[in-house]
């Protein structure tokens, strides 16, 4: 239940950290929200495009062609498109041919961890700029450690955190919760509680509902 006393706008948002368009639809949401001024607490929640990909992941190329059919030539052209969105935004699109899609339930579970520590969104922009700039392997238990250490916390107790499997059971009941709530893609963005965005909107689009959504409270 919204907590009446807060004046900030509630964002819940569900999405993945090797979702491309997650990435530019936060950012231009981060963006909107400067722009406009809106007080806003966002609450991440999370989805996995792809729960069976196994410990060694798959080069990202074979992993498009074979899910969606999707050809070199296509893949090309989506690169193009999404490295030119995010450094209009000031992210880093570094594809190769070494690009990889990894297992995100361990990193799923690094995010709710830091969400105990109020460090739930920077956790989930380290993630997403170790993934998609860095190249990092976010489906290793020591390489999640590492990224939480990099950010001042506790990457001891957070290697075991995932080691055991802490935030394991958690991070499995928020995934159906949203699903039961008829998420099926991402990202998802829900404002107040009661409106839901899906896909990556624009600046322009994030800044209006903003504006909306904060004025109804």
């Known amino acids: 239940m919204t907590d009446t006393s807060d ?41 996995e495009l792809n729960p069976q990909m196994p410990a060694e992941g798959q080069n990202l190329r074979e992993h498009l062609a074979e899910k969606y059919g999707t050809t070199r030539e296509e893949s090309e052209q989506a690169r ?10 000031g992210f880093t699109f570094a594809f190769s041919d070494d690009s990889r899609m990894v297992n995100t339930f361990r990193a799923h579970q690094l995010i709710e961890w830091a969400e105990g520590r109020d460090r739930q969104t920077d956790m989930k922009l380290a993630l997403l700029k170790a993934h998609f700039s860095d190249g990092r392997d976010i489906s290793d238990i020591a390489t999640l450690a590492a990224i939480a250490g ?37 990202p998802s963005v829900v404002f107040d509680l009661k409106h839901l965005v899906t896909g990556a909107q624009g600046v322009e689009t994030y800044a209006r509902l903003l504006r909306q959504f904060a004025k109804l409270g």
């Open 150 to 186: 990099e950010l001042g916390l506790d990457a001891e107790d957070a290697e075991q955190a995932l080691g055991t499997g802490r935030f394991a059971a958690e991070v499995r009941t928020m995934q159906r919760f949203w699903i039961d709530k008829g998420i099926r893609g991402v």
């Open 80 to 89: 193009a498109r999404l490295t030119d969105l995010g450094a209009t935004l």
């Open 7 to 47: 004046p900030r706008l509630r964002i819940d948002i569900v999405s993945d950290v090797v979702c491309p368009w997650c990435a530019i639809g936060y950012h231009q949401l981060a963006r909107a929200i400067a722009e406009t001024g809106v007080a806003v607490e966002i609450l991440w929640h999370p989805f």
